[in-house]
């Protein structure tokens, strides 16, 4: 093993993502920024410097646990401060774990902003995948608004409330095309935009994937979406689903992939169509009334030209609210034989009720009633060092009220803000019921992936309707092969459930991972024997009340 040292400046810049030109938030002049590649057991280090001049930034490592390092998590008011215009900030952290991951901005919307890029961590040498595959391809998916990530922050937290709306692309390796379509030429709803006129030097030229004939290819899929959930699928060629978020799954064979915010996958690809055409290459908005065109792309079987286009048009994606084929993909997923299995029994259960509320006339997202704001002093040296009021220290409430419906709008939309923390006995086994709930209006209800940091998860199961507890509910968990996961969605109108080992010293975030949601206070923050968390560096402790001269 070896440390991977790099040298970061984040900042500003112009880019044309999908064609328009707009400001990005760069890494070293790069959008999307540089991708990390390593080993397991080498430690990263990335030395960050915010060249951003007006606001804070930080760097979180999605799917990476920080064994030993919450310092290095990257959450801006949990893990540490925000790193001030000028300043750098060392990430130092050890990948023990392969798989396809990414990091992204974690401090206000800036996610939102471009700020992200994928992180690949493969095998020790000498050790083997449970599967065969002769090259790799990576492919990193986001969604991409004009609007720049303040207006949608200052409309977000405004009376009356402004949503982002849809995206206006949908970008492939950070790469788009608005007002203009690849697959122009067809008889289709594409035809309704010009042709793309594009040499390849473009910012906005596709990335095509190069492949030979009659190979195996390992496509690493990573979602990075503000908002949209996808669904990703090649014409003519099927797939197997191998890995999800750094976790090996029991391979099965499909024609799509639905991807949530946050979630990973590998698929092998077998390149055993015809040699002599090209075929598209898609990701197509699921779960929200579409109004973004498909993302698009050419994979190239090499020699033929890359600029010859398919021979028909793009595939077509399922119905965006076809949330039963949705559910039978996340259902069609389990660990791979021989992968950890979850403890038996439980020690605890924490059920989470996802309910849309108001808070003086401003629109919020709750939990159990509470909207989450982060405080000033970051939660890990505020515990870890005894800091008094730093935050709110009673528990946060563990269910909701039992004669609340889900299934109806809340009868009484107001909730509070909050920043209380749910506690966890170190190694204990955790049970968490995310519940869905019917938003504001009536006759909605969004799906929510939510991520947790530093852990897997067990994905016991799903269910629809509220969440009793009784023996029906019961039956529906899976004990013998779930697989485990860091981000998992919970269903409209439906309920979720998830096991993990509080085995990771250290405060948590736990998240839907929609960059607006979790602005308007959809997350929760987990702790977990800080009293075993190591010397937390200074570095990360220079606000709020950790400012302050303390005693170690
Ligand atoms: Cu990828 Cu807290 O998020
Ligand atoms: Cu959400």
Request: aromatic letters at 12%; proline letters at 7%; a neutral charge.
């Amino acid at each position: 093993s070896q440390i991977r040292h790099f040298q970061w400046e984040v900042r500003y810049m112009y880019w044309s993502p999908d064609c328009v030109e707009n400001v990005v938030m760069g890494i070293n002049g790069r959008f999307p920024g540089p991708t990390i590649r390593a080993k397991v057991g080498d430690t990263i280090s990335v030395r960050l410097t915010n060249g951003l001049l007006t606001e804070g930034v930080v760097i979180h490592w999605h799917g990476i646990r920080q064994f030993r390092t919450p310092w290095a998590d990257g959450t801006a008011s949990i893990s540490q401060c925000a790193i001030n215009p000028g300043e750098s900030f060392t990430y130092r952290f050890e990948v023990d774990k392969a798989g396809t991951f990414f990091y992204h901005g974690h401090y206000g919307m800036q996610r939102s902003a471009g700020l992200y890029g994928s992180l690949i961590v493969e095998l020790e040498d000498g050790k083997a995948e449970p599967f065969h595959y002769d090259e790799e391809l990576s492919l990193l998916f986001s969604d991409w608004w004009h609007e720049s990530m303040h207006e949608q922050e200052v409309g977000l937290s405004s009376i009356p409330f402004r949503w982002i709306g849809e995206p206006q692309s949908l970008l492939i390796n950070g790469r788009g095309q608005y007002n203009c379509s690849l697959a122009a030429s067809y008889q289709s709803r594409n035809s309704s935009y010009p042709r793309c006129n594009l040499r390849g030097g473009e910012q906005c030229a596709p990335y095509v994937l190069h492949v030979r004939p009659n190979k195996v290819y390992r496509l690493r899929l990573a979602s990075t979406t503000s908002l949209s959930s996808l669904n990703f699928e090649i014409s003519d060629h099927k797939m197997v689903v191998v890995e999800a978020d750094g976790n090996y799954v029991r391979p099965f064979e499909v024609r799509d992939v639905d991807i949530y915010s946050g979630e990973t996958y590998s698929v092998l690809l077998k390149t055993d169509q015809d040699p002599a055409q090209n075929y598209w290459v898609s990701i197509s908005v699921r779960g929200r009334q579409p109004a973004t065109p498909q993302g698009l792309t050419i994979l190239n079987y090499v020699p033929t030209s890359a600029s010859r286009l398919p021979v028909s048009p793009p595939p077509i994606a399922p119905r965006w609210d076809d949330f039963d084929r949705s559910k039978a993909f996340s259902k069609s997923m389990f660990s791979l034989l021989g992968s950890a299995q979850p403890p038996r029994a439980r020690d605890r259960r924490i059920v989470l009720l996802n309910m849309q509320s108001k808070i003086n006339g401003y629109t919020k997202w709750s939990i159990n009633n509470v909207s989450l704001v982060l405080p000033l002093t970051p939660y890990l040296g505020a515990i870890r060092y005894g800091v008094k009021g730093a935050f709110d220290r009673r528990a946060p409430p563990e269910n909701f009220p039992g004669n609340y419906n889900p299934m109806i709008p809340p009868l009484n939309p107001n909730s509070t803000t909050g920043n209380r923390v749910y506690t966890f006995l170190y190694n204990s086994t955790v049970d968490v019921v995310l519940q869905n709930a019917n938003a504001l209006s009536a006759n909605v209800s969004e799906i929510h992936p939510w991520h947790l940091h530093g852990h897997d998860f067990w994905v016991l199961g799903y269910g629809e309707g509220k969440f009793t507890g009784g023996h029906k509910d019961e039956a529906r968990l899976n004990l013998e092969n779930p697989p485990l996961r860091n981000t998992v969605p919970v269903f409209p109108y439906g309920w979720t459930a998830l096991r993990f080992v509080a085995n990771n010293p250290g405060v948590w975030a736990f998240h839907c991972h929609i960059e607006p949601h979790l602005h308007m206070g959809m997350g929760v923050v987990f702790a977990e024997a800080v009293n075993l968390v190591g010397k937390v560096p200074d570095d990360t402790l220079m606000c709020g009340l950790t400012a302050k001269p303390r005693k170690d």
